[in-house]
Each structure stands twice: as C-alpha cells, then as structure tokens.
C-alpha cells in the first residue's frame, strides 16, 4: 500500500523555520514528482512547491525565497524547509506524488504573530 506520512509541523512565532518531512513508501519514489500543499481553513488547497525527480522545482509566489523544497531518495523522503514563517503560512501542510491519488495525511503549522 502508498503510504505518504508528514511529519515536522507545530506552532512557531513569526520569523522562525521549520521543516516538514514526507515519509514515502513508495518503491518507485524516485521516479516520481513531489509536491507540497496547503490548506487554509476557509481556502482553497493550494501548490506550495513541487520537485521532479530529477531535481528540478518549483514554488508558489508566496513563498519563493522562504521555502526550500528537497529530496532524499534513499531515504524516501521528501523536505520543506520553511523559513521566515509569516502567520498567513498557517495551514495544513499535504505531503502529494504528482500526477497521483496520493495524499500524506497533513501536518499542522501554525504561525503565531
């Protein structure tokens, strides 16, 4: 069974970092695209960042030069380093395989002002 497990979310002040974890059962994990998600109460999931497998990614608007996402094949396990938090990055954060049915459970983040 696709397992996708997110971890690494919690409360933090404003201005502060935080770094998710995507636990990937997947065997093929390292031919397939990854992506972060978000979703606000009261709004629309949105993209976060995506990476390819081979490396190349991508970012909202709203979190380039803040958000870093990255990947460890060997570890299945894909990263969003979250810096600078702002309280409008409040959400729940989904851990996703591109182009899949493939959803992680969500962690929380919350960022306080």
């Known amino acids: 069974q696709v397992q996708l497990v997110e971890s690494g979310g919690g409360l933090v002040q404003a201005g502060g970092s935080l770094r998710l974890s995507c636990a990937a059962s997947?065997?093929?994990?390292?031919?397939?695209?990854m992506g972060w998600y978000r979703q606000a109460p009261g709004k629309q999931r949105e993209l976060v960042a995506t990476?390819?497998?081979?490396?190349?990614?991508n970012y909202a608007d709203s979190v380039k030069g803040r958000f870093t996402i990255s990947r460890d094949n060997a570890k299945k396990t894909v990263y969003l380093q979250m810096n600078s938090l702002k309280p409008e990055d409040t959400a729940v954060y989904y851990c996703?395989?591109?182009?899949?049915?493939?959803w992680g459970q969500g962690t929380q983040v919350t960022v306080s002002s």
């Open positions: 996703h395989t591109e182009g899949s049915g493939w």
């Open positions: 997947l065997y093929i994990f390292s031919i397939k695209d």
């Open positions: 990476i390819t497998s081979g490396g190349n990614t």
